[in-house]
């Protein structure tokens, strides 16, 4: 795998390089990301994954500071598993960075606790955009709400990129993979496990799919030691609040805070 420490050592060679397939990342890898390498493998390019802690989508600049740094590890695993290229940008990308303005669907969902996450989120993704000039990119359908305003803002701005979407990884108890699961205690871990054991209880409930059974779900959630931030149904494309599941397909996303650690989830229920 080779190495670019900078964007100018990179600017100075990706004109020999071939049509490539992008996988931001900010680190911290896991073997969620690594499903992203190998979702990456199937359109057939040289893989390039990028590490940056980007800043512009922090709310709290404590969560920054924080936020694990496990460098010479997340080499180990991308060289590991078949990425041909990794870039490491300092901050100097965010020199003269273009500040791009989320769409009003961002302020669904994370959006109306995080204001200005996917602003963040956008203007960094735009630069890197800029920079590799990718043929295709990987993101994650955990992060459903990320992946669908990268999508719009590709097809707004008919960038010819290619977008793949990567299934959820879960452990063996169902949790979805995130660098955040880390930080759970032991015993908060297993507890995190029951936001899918909701997500599954609700598709197989999908016929009585109303504000109601959602309630319920909430108030098992806070009682087993959760604080439940939203678990809504809405359409798949606007995240507008939907429950016409005999029409079509809808969304049941969650977040919801143990301990500190705030986790995210969701699940597409299939139309009647």
């Known amino acids: 795998m080779k190495i670019y420490k900078s964007i100018n050592e990179f600017n100075t060679l990706k004109s020999n390089l071939p049509a490539l397939t992008l996988v931001p990342t900010m680190g911290n890898l896991h073997m969620g990301h690594i499903s992203l390498i190998e979702a990456a493998k199937k359109v057939n390019n040289p893989i390039i994954s990028t590490i940056y802690i980007n800043k512009l989508q922090f709310n709290d600049k404590n969560d920054y500071l924080k936020y694990p740094k496990t460098i010479d590890a997340d080499i180990e695993l991308l060289d590991k598993h078949g990425c041909d290229f990794l870039l490491i940008p300092d901050d100097s990308i965010l020199e003269n960075i273009l500040t791009i303005k989320a769409p009003d669907k961002s302020k669904k969902l994370c959006g109306i606790n995080r204001p200005g996450h996917f602003d963040g989120v956008l203007t960094i993704v735009n630069k890197l955009f800029d920079i590799v000039n990718p043929h295709s990119v990987v993101f994650g359908k955990k992060d459903y709400q990320q992946l669908i305003l990268i999508k719009d803002f590709i097809k707004k701005n008919k960038s010819n990129i290619n977008v793949i979407s990567a299934e959820t990884q879960r452990d063996v108890n169902g949790l979805a993979l995130s660098s955040r699961n880390n930080l759970l205690l032991k015993e908060e871990k297993l507890i995190a496990s029951k936001l899918y054991e ?75």
């Open 198 to 272: 909701v997500l599954v209880s609700i598709n197989k409930n999908k016929n009585i799919l109303t504000p109601r059974l959602l309630d319920k779900k909430i108030e098992y959630l806070n009682s087993v030691g959760f604080k439940v931030d939203y678990l809504t149904a809405c359409d798949t494309n606007t995240l507008e609040e939907s429950f016409e599941i005999s029409n079509k397909d809808i969304l049941i996303a969650i977040a919801a805070t143990i301990g500190n650690i705030r986790l995210i989830d969701n699940m597409t229920l299939s139309k009647l």
